[in-house]
């Protein structure tokens, strides 16, 4: 292994030429919820970055986007993968931004940009760990592989079909992987991700007489936005919080004693007054404090309504009684619940309770996690160490959700970045740190090399 400082230098050096990459990335409008006009320029600039490394490429068609996968011509016995994304949230509110998205710029050590902190930083912090090692070691110690779709911000609707027919490519016993994102909290301390919930999202929609009608037949004509009302009501005991939905705990495995363990560390971070007044709430469900709020945020499933719509919408009154009503809804589901089980539970709930309730679309992942037992976490852990000066907090699973599941289900996968708590991911001024792009670049670098040592 190299010093430390070594790779520090190396950071430091060529720092111009990393954010040259990050920013001719940044400039490509990846949205691809506007649809994917902008992918192949962003394959073009991909390929230039990786041939740039001596690696192989190719870019694989789907039904969407297509995919960029990259190797290493190397033969060792370990693999290094990376998942990432080249898409990018929709920039709006374009007012919002202090200088325009897809305009990055460096202002007072922070690089601001449309993407930069989900997910083409960690692309190209990615990137140059590899030149690190490849120019202080001649050549790599594991092979590096990379998987880069472009529909991650509109729920990865084509990577199952992509990595059920390329099993031999992705997974190996010797392959760990590093997933998309991850940063420091609101102490400055390094996270590491072990997983994500699950996640079932619904559209719901409830229908009446054959138009809307005027609302003097309130009082013989039944409407559709009450009975919709009614049966969301069901399905959450508000006083609990618990959801009301028949054997919908049942599949839920009891937490391991990592998993618990690490929640109470997570415990010992938490300002709980401070997250109370950025969130503009008086109190959490229930007034629930420390261990219990926390074992709650990470270890409970939830049902939230996301959008309900129905009848007159504009300003002013209208007396109408309406032909439909929708609602949105999620369910964030935790290990191992299914948005399949969910759904099924969910038809036979509104059946046997006789609600009218049409199921209009679905989609969801499993949850997924890679248990805190695996050597990989301990490697990780000692890496962040030793390049950050601190312990990194390991969270179980996010509660948000993500594919991850399609790669957990076969080899470890871990999720850090190069973000922070003010990253305003999705946000206008979406931003990282200039100093935690060079650290993440050094610690990936280390990490290759413990790999390979072990
Ligand atoms: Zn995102």
Not at 134 to 148: D, S, T
Not at 266 to 281: A, F, N, W
Not at 362 to 375: I, Q
């Amino acid at each position: 292994m190299v010093l430390l400082k070594d790779l520090e230098k190396f950071a430091e050096k060529n720092l111009d030429n990393a954010l040259e990459d990050l920013f001719k990335l940044t400039r490509i409008p990846t949205v691809t919820a506007k649809g994917g006009e902008y992918s192949s320029e962003a394959i073009t600039e991909l390929n230039r970055i990786f041939r740039d490394l001596d690696f192989e490429t190719l870019t694989t068609e789907t039904k969407g986007e297509p995919v960029f996968t990259s190797t290493s011509k190397t033969d060792k016995p370990k693999t290094l993968l990376f998942y990432d994304h080249y898409d990018v949230q929709p920039a709006e509110p374009f007012d919002q931004w202090t200088s325009p998205p897809f305009e990055p710029e460096i202002r007072e050590g922070m690089i601001y940009g449309r993407g930069v902190a989900d997910n083409k930083g960690n692309i190209i912090a990615r990137v140059y760990a590899i030149k690190m090692i490849q120019e202080l070691h001649g050549e790599l110690p594991v092979n590096v592989k990379f998987i880069i779709e472009g529909e991650e911000e509109v729920s990865s609707p084509n990577l199952k079909e992509y990595v059920d027919s390329h099993h031999d490519f992705l997974f190996s016993d010797q392959t760990s992987c590093i997933w998309e994102f991850g940063g420091t909290n609101t102490l400055g301390m390094q996270e590491i991700w072990g997983g994500v919930k699950g996640i079932c999202y619904v559209q719901l929609k409830t229908t009446g007489p054959n138009r809307d009608l005027h609302s003097a037949y309130g009082s013989i004509v039944e409407n559709p936005a009450n009975h919709l009302v009614a049966a969301l009501a069901s399905l959450r005991n508000d006083q609990t919080d618990k959801i009301q939905i028949e054997n919908f705990y049942n599949p839920i495995i009891t937490p391991s004693k990592e998993v618990l363990e690490a929640i109470l560390k997570i415990k010992d971070t938490m300002d709980e007054e401070k997250q109370k007044e950025q969130l503009g709430i008086k109190k959490f469900i229930g007034d629930l404090h420390g261990e219990e709020l926390l074992k709650k945020y990470y270890l409970n499933p939830t049902c939230t309504i996301c959008g309900i719509w129905s009848g007159w919408q504009g300003e002013g009154g209208k007396t109408v009684l309406p032909a439909e009503a929708h609602a949105k809804l999620d369910f964030r589901l935790v290990p191992n619940q299914t948005p399949e089980d969910v759904i099924q539970m969910l038809r036979d709930h509104f059946k046997k309770n006789n609600f009218n309730v049409e199921i209009e679309w679905f989609d969801g992942y499993r949850p997924a996690f890679t248990p805190l037992s695996v050597p990989f976490v301990g490697l990780l852990k000692e890496t962040m160490l030793e390049v950050y000066g601190h312990t990194p907090i390991i969270h179980p699973w996010s509660p948000a959700s993500g594919p991850l599941y399609l790669f957990a289900d076969h080899i470890p996968v871990l999720s850090i970045g190069v973000a922070h708590v003010g990253s305003r991911g999705h946000a206008p001024n979406e931003n990282i740190k200039v100093e935690d792009f060079k650290q993440g670049q050094v610690c990936l670098a280390r990490l290759m090399e413990k790999m390979a040592e072990t």
